[in-house]
């Protein structure tokens, strides 16, 4: 046999083995088709719709996010309503459209071979309703699309809550057949699933859908190899509620405590309303309990500032009791130590913008007769350089006179020493109070300090967090 005569045959059998793969309709009526399909189609419905055993059957995948229903932090879940579109073809099946008098025709779902392509993440069964019909299109390919309601695992990360963006996973693969089986084919781009998906979206809660990346990939095990294609969903959550039930209200609790310093020191008031402040802080963080992520994957950053707000109050109201004690008490303290009183007199006082005041170290005591003058002093003078001038010739009645004058000179020493005790000891107290002061209102900076140095760190992280970047 020639060349020829070789192409020639080869051209009528295939000819011959396509006119056999097509349906002829006895007429262009439903009827006729579905005999048609009951003939030659529905009887195979058993096995891959393959012309040999060794090839594959190309499911094409795509999605579509409809609603983005929750996600529940502590089980590491994620909630979503889909709409899934599954394509392939079914070898060898075609038909004339004008012949059977449609191009395309609903089939129950029971009479087709399905691939069974599932969502590898699945972690409940789907509540959605079934549809129990598929398109059958002339050329052979065979449309699926039904809705899913997916609850899927996800690794949540919440420590930038609640300006988080989570990236979760949806692993579209066929549960029993190998790659050499089934071999899973990506759709629609991802850009045209964005586009699609918030066109139809439902739900504008608390996620938004903010792009979706397709990855096929190749599942490599010891009993052999599955293909699949992965979806990532990159979801952000809208930050307004927790912002305005959770941030702003602690923000205003703490600028009270700060302000709180401005009231004295020595006020009672200030320890009380600083334990007012503690307590309001701890109530609305227990209302507020319900609000924040329950997850022991990681600890959220808002948690952080919680912790470090509520360590604040209770370090200033500790300081309070410090400084209050150093105000009432000072009178009952040993005279400030020279270091001491060179550090923060000196010192912290230029530190805090207060002006050192100069030391008194020596006091002059003036004793004076309450109601004499020049005259009685004079007096005084000379009965005093008489007694002495008369020492010497001393008499019963003089004794008892130099006795007398002998205990007035103990007396008056004995207040003199009285009074150096207290003039010392007013000096003390003043020592002490003005440390008291100075202490205050370091720590007052340093907690101004701590503060905007905490505020600034978080809110850099949340900001560079709340920004996407593929």
Request: with cysteine; aromatic share 10%.
């Amino acid at each position: 046999m020639t060349d020829d005569k070789r192409l020639a045959f080869a051209c009528a059998l295939l000819l011959y083995v396509a006119d056999a793969a097509a349906l002829n309709c006895s007429s262009p009526t439903p009827e006729a088709l579905v005999d048609a399909l009951q003939r030659t189609l529905f009887t195979k419905k058993l096995i891959r719709p393959v012309e040999r055993f060794s090839d594959a059957v190309n499911v094409t995948v795509g999605i579509t996010v409809v609603g983005i229903l929750g996600v529940d932090e502590k089980e590491q879940t994620l909630k979503t309503f889909l709409w899934q579109l599954l394509e392939w073809n079914i070898a060898g099946l075609s038909w004339d459209s004008t012949q059977c008098g449609t191009e395309r025709i609903s089939v129950p779902r029971e009479k087709l071979w399905i691939p069974d392509v599932q969502i590898a993440e699945f972690m409940e069964e789907d509540k959605s309703k079934k549809t129990p019909y598929v398109y059958l299109n002339h050329t052979g390919d065979v449309y699926d699309d039904k809705p899913l309601t997916v609850v899927s695992t996800c690794r949540l990360n919440i420590y930038t809550f609640p300006f988080d963006i989570q990236n979760c996973t949806l692993t579209f693969e066929p549960y029993l057949h190998f790659a050499t089986d089934i071999r899973m084919v990506q759709g629609a781009s991802a850009e045209h699933i964005v586009a699609e998906s918030n066109d139809v979206i439902e739900t504008h809660g608390e996620w938004q859908l903010l792009t979706v990346q397709v990855v096929p990939s190749t599942l490599v095990l010891d009993d052999g190899m599955y293909s699949s294609v992965k979806y990532h969903l990159i979801i952000k959550r809208s930050p307004l509620l927790y912002v305005v039930n959770l941030l702003i209200p602690s923000c205003f609790l703490s600028s009270l405590d700060l302000f709180s310093f401005l009231l004295p020191p020595q006020s009672v008031d200030r320890g009380a309303f600083k334990m007012t402040l503690i307590l309001g802080y701890t109530v609305f963080l227990l209302l507020m309990n319900d609000l924040l992520p329950e997850t022991g994957e990681s600890t959220p950053l808002i948690n952080v500032l919680f912790s470090v707000s509520l360590a604040l109050m209770v370090a200033s109201l500790l300081e309070t009791v410090f400084i209050t004690n150093i105000q009432f008490s000072s009178s009952q303290y040993s005279e400030v130590p020279e270091w001491l009183s060179t550090l923060v007199l000196r010192y912290m006082a230029v530190l805090v913008c207060i002006p050192p005041k100069k030391n008194i170290n020596r006091y002059t005591v003036s004793i004076h007769a309450p109601s004499q003058g020049i005259n009685n002093n004079l007096t005084t003078a000379k009965v005093l350089s008489t007694v002495s001038g008369e020492m010497l010739n001393v008499t019963p009645t003089q004794d008892v006179s130099l006795h007398e004058l002998k205990k007035i000179s103990t007396n008056l020493m004995a207040i003199r020493l009285q009074m150096d005790q207290h003039f010392q000891g007013t000096k003390t107290s003043k020592e002490w109070h003005m440390i008291g002061i100075i202490i205050d209102r370091l720590l007052f900076g340093i907690y101004i300090a701590f503060m905007t140095v905490t505020a600034i760190t978080i809110l850099a992280i949340w900001i560079s967090s709340a920004t996407y970047s593929p």
